[in-house]
């Protein structure tokens, strides 16, 4: 039997949209979310775990006490292909059904505690950690390194700038899933130009899948 063929067949991998669980296999415990690109999400999540800066601690304390190899992430055929009203009603359900001490999830419907569950609001980054991020992103090859503009393009960019991305300015945004306020905020801290942060959002490579845009589509991020 093919197995990649039978795979194919029953999910249709073109469906961005769904429902997906990181379960923490020895305790039996899991961390429900879903979003309108599960795949870029799980990465999101996996970067952060990795770095140790995930936003759910305790979630961050289990990856570091067992390891990676000890946690499945998966994106559920249930969901699938749903609009995004119908993933977080969906959602819900599927925390009601878990005792809180088998879910990383603090409440089983987050987007109703509004600000309060993201660990980040009203906070600020030290500045050592922000030297640190600045350092970091600053060593990172640019795309554009080397080219110059044509006038047009030139002319486009400024075009954009006053108009059209004025409100993607003011966009929230996460960056190895820490939270940014705005493009601005994000340029600042991190060092990076904001045309590149914003090209990166926008970007459906797999290697720029820890940049998003805010969506709230994913409990008890700031993830």
């Not at 093919?2 to 249709?12: E, G």
Request: with cysteine; glycine share 6%; proline share 4%.
């Amino acid at each position: 039997m093919n197995l990649n063929k039978t795979n194919k067949n029953f999910f249709d991998r073109s469906l961005k949209s769904g429902v997906y669980v990181i379960t923490c296999l020895p305790l039996g415990k899991h961390y429900i979310g879903v979003s309108t690109h599960v795949v870029r999400r799980l990465n999101a999540h996996k970067t952060a775990l990795r770095n140790s800066l995930h936003s759910n601690k305790e979630l961050q304390k289990d990856f570091l006490k067992y390891g990676e190899k000890n946690f499945l992430f998966q994106k559920l055929y249930m969901g699938a292909g749903l609009e995004k009203k119908q993933l977080e009603e969906f959602e819900t359900q599927i925390l009601l059904t878990l005792p809180s001490d088998k879910r990383y999830n603090i409440y089983t419907n987050w987007r109703v505690k509004g600000s309060g569950t993201n660990p980040f609001y009203g906070r600020k980054h030290t500045q050592e950690a922000r030297k640190a991020m600045s350092f970091a992103n600053k060593n990172r090859p640019s795309s554009f390194l080397g080219r110059t503009q044509s006038n047009a393009v030139k002319k486009l960019i400024s075009q954009q700038n006053k108009g059209n991305t004025n409100k993607e300015r003011r966009k929230p945004l996460y960056i190895d899933s820490v939270f940014y306020e705005s493009i601005s905020h994000a340029s600042q801290i991190t060092g990076l130009s904001r045309r590149l942060i914003r090209d990166r959002c926008h970007s459906d490579e797999p290697r720029f899948a820890n940049y998003q845009w805010e969506i709230k589509d994913s409990p008890n991020q700031p993830s």
